[in-house]
C-alpha cells in the first residue's frame, strides 16, 4: 500500500503537470503522512545528507564552467575550426554544426547549455546558407544530447556517485560512444543534405586555413585537454577538475578572447547558480526518494521481475533501454539517474554487465529524451531559438531520434566502445 500512495500520488502531480522534483517531494510528503515507518524529519535529513557529497561539488562548477564559455566566444571559433575540415563537403556546414557539438560538449557537460551555445550563432548561419530552418534546427538539437555523453558529463558524474563508480573511468568511457554517436549523424547529414541539395563551400583545405582556424580556436581546443589530460593523469580529481575548468574559461573569456566583459561575468554566475539549485535540489529529493524505494524493496522486486522474463545480459540491456527511453520522455535526466541507478544498477552487475559499460548506455538512453517530448529540453531550447513550435520541431527531429537509437543498440551490443580505453 505504501508503494502504491509513493507511485500513485507521484504520478498524479505529473499528470497536473507539476514540476518533477516538487512531484517527488509531495509524494514523499504524503507517503510519509501515511507510513508509520517514515517521518518527514528523516526524509529531510535524506534530502540533505544526500547532498552534502564532495563528488557533487563538480555539477555546479561544470555548469558555471558551461555558461562562461557559451559566453566567452570559444563556440565561433570551434566552428570554424570544424568547418575548414568538413565545410566543403556536401551537407558542410551541417556537419561542421555537430563536428562544433562534439567540441562542445566536450566542454560543457550538458545537453541544453551546448544547443543555446552552439544554435544562437549556427541555425541563422545555415538558414542564410539555404538550409530548411526545420533541418538545419533539428541538427542543433540533435547534436546538444551528445554534451551529457562525451566527457565531462553532469549526468556521469551522478551516476558514479549514485553507483559508486569511478567518476574518471566514467569519463574514458564515454568518449568513444560520444564520438561514434556524433559520426553517425555526420553520416546522415550527409546523405540528407545530398538528396536536399545543400552543397559544400567547395573550397580546398589549405595549410594556412587549417594552421590559421587552430591558431584561432587553440585556447578553447585546450579545454578538454587540460581537463580530461588533468584527471587521467592524476594531477586532480573531476571536481577539482570542474573547477580548473571555471577558472581557465574565465581567464580566456575574459581576458584572451574578450567577448565576455566583467559586467557580463555576474550574470553568467547568476544563471550557473539558478540552474545549479535545480538539479541539487532534484538530487536531494530524488535521493530520499530512493531510500523509500529500497525501504520498501521496490529495486528487488524491479529486479525479480526483469531477471523472471530473461538471464541473458544483451536481452536485459535491451528491456532496461526500452524502459530508459520511456522514462527519458516524461523525467528529468538529473532525476532518472538518481533514482534508477540504485534499482537497475545491482542486476545488471548480477548479470555480469560492466557497471561503467552500464553506466554509458544508461546515459545514452537517457540522452535520447532531450529530444523526444513531452519533456524534450533541447527541443524547449531549440525551438525559442528557431521559432518553431515544439511539435513542428519534434517531427523535424525524428530521422536523428531513429539514427541515435541504432548507435544506442550497436552501443548495447558492443561494449568494447565503452571500455577499449579502459
Given at each position: 500500500?505504501?508503494?502504491?500512495?509513493l507511485?500513485?500520488?507521484?504520478?498524479?502531480?505529473?499528470?497536473?503537470?507539476?514540476?518533477?522534483?516538487?512531484?517527488?517531494g509531495?509524494?514523499?510528503?504524503?507517503t510519509?503522512?501515511?507510513?508509520?515507518?517514515?517521518?518527514?524529519?528523516?526524509?529531510?535529513?535524506?534530502?540533505?545528507?544526500?547532498?552534502?557529497?564532495?563528488?557533487?561539488?563538480?555539477?555546479?562548477f561544470?555548469?558555471?564552467?558551461?555558461?562562461?564559455?557559451?559566453?566567452?566566444?570559444?563556440?565561433?571559433?570551434?566552428?570554424?575550426?570544424?568547418?575548414?575540415?568538413?565545410?566543403r563537403?556536401?551537407?558542410?556546414?551541417?556537419?561542421?554544426?555537430?563536428?562544433?557539438?562534439?567540441?562542445?560538449?566536450?566542454?560543457?557537460?550538458?545537453?541544453?547549455a551546448?544547443?543555446?551555445?552552439?544554435?544562437g550563432?549556427?541555425?541563422?548561419a545555415?538558414?542564410?546558407q539555404?538550409?530548411?530552418?526545420?533541418?538545419?534546427?533539428?541538427?542543433?538539437?540533435?547534436?546538444?544530447?551528445?554534451g551529457?555523453?562525451?566527457?565531462?558529463?553532469?549526468?556521469?558524474?551522478?551516476?558514479?556517485v549514485?553507483g559508486s563508480?569511478?567518476?574518471?573511468d566514467?569519463?574514458?568511457?564515454?568518449?568513444?560512444?560520444?564520438?561514434?554517436l556524433?559520426?553517425i549523424m555526420?553520416?546522415?547529414a550527409y546523405?540528407?543534405?545530398?538528396?536536399?541539395?545543400?552543397?559544400?563551400?567547395?573550397?580546398?583545405?589549405?595549410?594556412?586555413?587549417?594552421?590559421?582556424?587552430?591558431?584561432?580556436?587553440?585556447?578553447?581546443?585546450?579545454?578538454?585537454?587540460?581537463?580530461?589530460g588533468?584527471?587521467?593523469g592524476?594531477?586532480?580529481?573531476?571536481t577539482?577538475?570542474?573547477v580548473?575548468?571555471?577558472?581557465?574559461?574565465?581567464?580566456i573569456?575574459?581576458?584572451?578572447?574578450?567577448?565576455?566583459?566583467?559586467?557580463?561575468?555576474?550574470?553568467?554566475?547568476?544563471?550557473?547558480?539558478?540552474?545549479?539549485v535545480?538539479?541539487?535540489v532534484i538530487?536531494?529529493?530524488a535521493?530520499?526518494?530512493?531510500?523509500v524505494?529500497s525501504?520498501?524493496?521496490?529495486?528487488?522486486?524491479?529486479?525479480?521481475?526483469?531477471?523472471?522474463?530473461?538471464?541473458?545480459?544483451?536481452?536485459?540491456?535491451?528491456?532496461?533501454?526500452?524502459?530508459?527511453?520511456v522514462?527519458?520522455?516524461?523525467?528529468?535526466?538529473?532525476?532518472?539517474?538518481?533514482?534508477f541507478?540504485?534499482i537497475?544498477?545491482?542486476?545488471?552487475?548480477e548479470?555480469?554487465?560492466?557497471?561503467?559499460?552500464?553506466?554509458?548506455?544508461?546515459?545514452?538512453?537517457?540522452?535520447?529524451?532531450?529530444?523526444?517530448?513531452?519533456?524534450?529540453?533541447?527541443?524547449?531550447?531549440?525551438?525559442?531559438?528557431?521559432?518553431?513550435?515544439?511539435?513542428?520541431l519534434?517531427?523535424?527531429?525524428?530521422?536523428?531520434f531513429?539514427?541515435?537509437?541504432?548507435?544506442?543498440?550497436?552501443?548495447?551490443?558492443?561494449?568494447?566502445?565503452?571500455?577499449?580505453?579502459l
Open positions: 500500500m505504501t508503494s502504491f500512495i507511485f500513485g500520488s507521484f504520478f498524479l502531480f505529473l499528470l497536473l503537470s507539476v514540476p518533477i522534483a516538487i512531484s517527488l509531495l509524494a514523499l510528503v504524503i510519509a503522512l501515511y507510513s508509520p515507518n517514515l517521518t518527514l524529519t528523516f526524509l529531510s535529513q535524506s534530502m540533505v545528507t544526500s547532498t552534502d557529497n564532495f563528488a557533487l561539488m563538480a555539477v555546479p561544470f555548469i558555471l564552467a558551461g555558461e562562461i564559455m557559451g559566453k566567452g566566444g570559444i563556440s565561433s571559433r570551434l566552428f570554424d575550426l570544424a568547418n575548414v575540415f568538413v565545410g563537403y556536401t551537407g558542410g556546414f551541417a556537419m561542421a554544426a555537430i563536428l562544433t557539438s562534439m567540441f562542445f560538449a566536450a566542454i560543457s557537460g550538458s545537453g541544453p551546448t544547443v543555446a551555445a552552439i544554435g550563432m549556427l541555425i541563422p545555415m538558414v542564410a539555404g538550409y530548411d530552418k526545420r533541418f538545419a534546427t533539428s541538427v542543433i538539437v540533435a547534436a546538444g544530447s551528445l551529457i555523453i562525451i566527457p565531462p558529463s553532469i549526468p556521469l558524474v551522478l551516476y558514479g549514485s563508480q569511478s567518476i574518471g566514467l569519463f574514458i568511457g564515454g568518449i568513444i560512444p560520444g564520438i561514434f556524433g559520426l555526420m553520416v546522415y546523405f540528407h543534405s545530398k538528396k536536399k541539395g545543400y552543397s559544400g563551400t567547395g573550397e580546398k583545405i589549405s595549410i594556412r586555413k587549417v594552421i590559421h582556424a587552430m591558431n584561432e580556436a587553440k585556447w578553447s581546443i585546450l579545454i578538454p585537454v587540460i581537463i580530461l588533468g584527471i587521467y592524476g594531477i586532480f580529481t573531476p577539482e577538475a570542474a580548473v575548468a571555471v577558472v581557465y574559461a574565465t581567464i573569456s575574459l581576458l584572451v578572447y574578450r567577448e565576455m566583459s566583467f559586467k557580463e561575468f555576474p550574470a553568467a554566475v547568476r544563471e550557473a547558480a539558478l540552474n545549479s535545480v538539479i541539487l538530487i536531494g529529493i535521493n530520499a526518494f530512493g531510500t524505494l525501504m520498501e524493496r521496490i529495486p528487488q522486486v524491479v529486479a525479480e521481475g526483469f531477471l523472471s522474463i530473461t538471464q541473458n545480459e544483451v536481452m536485459l540491456l535491451i528491456l532496461i533501454v526500452i524502459l530508459l527511453l522514462i527519458g520522455l516524461f523525467m528529468d535526466t538529473s532525476a532518472a539517474v538518481i533514482i541507478t540504485p537497475l544498477l545491482p542486476m545488471a552487475i548479470l555480469g554487465v560492466n557497471p561503467i559499460h552500464f553506466g554509458i548506455v544508461m546515459i545514452v538512453a537517457l540522452a535520447v529524451g532531450f529530444i523526444t517530448p513531452p519533456l524534450g529540453v533541447n527541443l524547449f531550447v531549440g525551438s525559442s531559438i528557431s521559432g518553431l513550435s515544439v511539435p513542428v519534434a517531427k523535424a527531429v525524428m530521422p536523428f531513429f539514427v541515435l537509437l541504432i548507435g544506442l543498440i550497436i552501443i548495447v551490443l558492443v561494449p568494447q566502445l565503452t571500455l577499449l580505453l
